[in-house]
T-cell receptor
Framework: AAGVIQSPRHLIKEKRETATLKCYPI?????VYWYQQGPGQDPQFLIS???????DKGSIPDRFSAQQFSDYHSELNMSSLELGDSALYFC????????????FGEGSRLTVL | AQKITQTQPGMFVQEKEAVTLDCTYD???????LFWYKQPSSGEMIFLIY??????QNATEGRYSLNFQKARKSANLVISASQLGDSAMYFC?????????????FGKGTRLHILP
């Protein structure tokens, strides 16, 4: 079965550079979530989209932005990267949380040097 | 505000024994969902099991079962006949359904070590 696809899997950037992460949800899933997981930490919610509209916002820095496109894929844009942005970034998708279906991609590991 | 508490930072268990990972939660919502995820050292977040707050029966998925005690607000994960491959970090998580698209929040996790 198709899973959530994230790209790139690994990304190395320098401070003050820009990075873009992509997420392709499971087909028919209408909601996408982005999470950030620092080393040894639990995942922290950044932002979510439902039917291409931003639906909730967590602890996402102003330097970050995201959107969901007409084909339901989503992109997380990160500018003016800082060392503290080094983390594993997860995308997850769901089709109605009541069904219990919330699946994560394999994550994109960002390293900022 | 919602909150998830996992009181066991780490556990060591002998292979083939059963394991119970504790999770308590706090919410004022009547409708919510509880999740368990496994995160091996490779980093991916693997969905294990889900329990809806109105589900009367405890959820089971193969060797995983969720011991749901609503009055005590606990949702412990039970792994039967543990295997070496079960060594990983385990996260308990919850979401409310007041907003269909609301976020999921995670506990701090329990690192499980299975000993041969």
């Amino acid at each position: 079965a198709a899973g959530v696809i994230q790209s790139p899997r690994h990304l190395i950037k320098e401070k003050r550079e820009t990075a873009t992460l992509k997420c392709y949800p499971i087909p028919r899933h209408d909601t996408v979530y982005w999470y950030q997981q620092g080393p040894g930490q639990d995942p922290q919610f950044l932002i979510s989209f439902y039917e291409k509209m931003q639906s909730d916002k967590g602890s996402i820095p102003d330097r970050f932005s995201a959107q969901q496109f007409s084909d339901y894929h989503s992109e997380l844009n990160m500018s003016s990267l800082e060392l503290g942005d080094s983390a594993l970034y997860f995308c997850a998708s769901s089709l109605g949380r009541e069904t219990g279906e919330l699946f994560f991609g394999e994550g994109s590991r960002l390293t900022v040097l | 505000a919602q909150k998830i508490t996992q009181t066991q930072p780490g556990m060591f268990v002998q292979e083939k024994e059963a394991v119970t990972l504790d999770c308590t939660y706090d919410t004022s919502d009547q409708s919510y969902g509880l999740f368990w995820y496994k995160q091996p050292s490779s980093g991916e977040m693997i969905f294990l099991i889900y329990q809806g707050s109105y589900d009367e029966q405890n959820a089971t998925e193969g060797r995983y079962s969720l011991n749901f005690q609503k009055a005590r607000k606990s949702a412990n994960l039970v792994i039967s006949a543990s295997q070496l491959g079960d060594s990983a970090m385990y996260f308990c998580a919850m979401s409310d359904f007041m907003n269909r698209d609301d976020k999921i929040i995670f506990g701090k996790g329990t690192r499980l070590h299975i000993l041969p």
